[in-house]
């Protein structure tokens, strides 16, 4: 998990300083004053992971690059820098391009020191069998890939993109998307970030204050059984705990009932099938549901069925589906305007 001294494309080329992934990451969460913990409950991965992953012992997946980017509002680009100063234009010569590995993929970042960061372009190489990890990835603004060789699948939300060489694909980086090399030989594709500013338009996925039509105070509900933990399933929850956010800062908590399927009809098995939950019946279902929370801009939960999260939508509450089931912790998430909405979780 640290920078190789030449570019594999090319020979060997001129050595460059050690860059270790783990040591930045480390000095990234210290210098904000986060635990393992805080971080963990931020990006929604595992408290050990993160510590092998600083202690160098394990190499991160680009899954898990991103979604510690979003955690600490870095841009991904953020873990291969070494430290220098900003420039407005980079030329970078074919045998000297910076280059970080994490166990057998390989990332070249072209646009290394580039000044504010618009634009994120790296070279990627991919062992076969190799990709972005099993998570799905989402995060703001614009992705474009194009395939130098071999053959990539990416797959963007529910579609599915065979990448040969000379292909390109260009999309919307909120839809949930991975990639892998499905090809028995190295595949190498060229990947460009542009992240936005814009969540509530571009991004779509994430949530602060900012995006709510800058309120100075409002309302959001989490779904919750006990007050403290969110319920992974909206329907069978029993509580909605209410939340009054002024200036960012939590000022009060309140439990509200909240009518389940239980109330509505007989929960069946048909009911899961793609898409459950999208006739006019359910809509009525999920208003009546949601009536306790009509005051609220947004609703925090574990998971809930697509026909739900379209009727929350309908109402002007945005679902925010997210893996943080500690409500202080995703509440916080939310403030800083950092929280994912985890969309693959729709069931």
């Not at 292909?167 to 992240?195: G, K, T």
């Not at 509580?239 to 069946?268: C, D, Q, W």
């Amino acid at each position: 998990m640290k920078t190789i001294v030449s570019d594999p494309s090319v020979g060997n080329g001129p050595a460059f300083a050690e860059v270790l992934v783990g040591k930045r990451l480390r000095d990234m969460r210290a210098s904000r004053g986060l635990s393992l913990r805080a971080l963990a409950d931020l990006s929604g991965l595992n408290v050990n992971t993160l510590s092998l992953v600083e202690n160098g012992k394990s190499s991160p997946s680009v899954g898990t690059l991103q979604q510690l980017a979003l955690a600490l509002d870095v841009p991904i680009s953020a873990f291969f820098e070494t430290e220098s100063v900003e420039q407005s234009v980079i030329f970078t010569p074919r045998g000297e391009r910076p280059l970080t590995s994490f166990g057998s993929t390989q990332i070249q970042n072209l646009g290394e020191n580039l000044s504010g960061r618009v634009v994120q372009p790296f070279v990627i190489f991919l062992q076969p069998g190799m990709g972005s990890g099993d998570r799905m990835i989402v995060h703001t603004g614009y992705e474009f890939v194009y395939c130098l060789c071999g053959s990539v699948r990416y797959e963007v939300e529910q579609q599915s993109f065979i990448l040969n060489q000379g292909d390109s694909l260009v999309f919307e980086a909120h839809l949930p998307h991975r990639w892998e090399n499905i090809s028995e030989d190295v595949a190498q594709i060229l990947l460009v970030l542009y992240p936005s500013d814009e969540r509530e338009e571009l991004g779509g996925r994430h949530f602060s204050l900012a995006t709510m039509k800058k309120e100075l105070t409002m309302k959001i509900a989490v779904i919750t059984d006990d007050g403290t933990t969110i319920s992974r399933h909206f329907g069978r929850a029993l509580y909605f705990l209410v939340l009054t956010l002024e200036e960012g800062k939590v000022v009060s908590r309140e439990m509200r009932e909240k009518i389940g399927h239980a109330h509505n009809h007989t929960h069946t098995e048909e009911a899961h099938g793609a898409g459950h939950g999208m006739d006019p019946a359910s809509h009525q279902r999920h208003v009546a549901m949601t009536e306790a929370i009509g005051d609220c801009k947004a609703l925090l939960c574990g998971g809930m069925g697509r026909g739900a999260y379209e009727s929350l939508r309908a109402l002007e509450i945005q679902p925010v589906l997210t893996e943080i089931l500690d409500v202080d912790a995703a509440v916080q998430a939310f403030i800083d305007g950092k929280l994912v909405d985890h969309t693959e979780l729709l069931h």
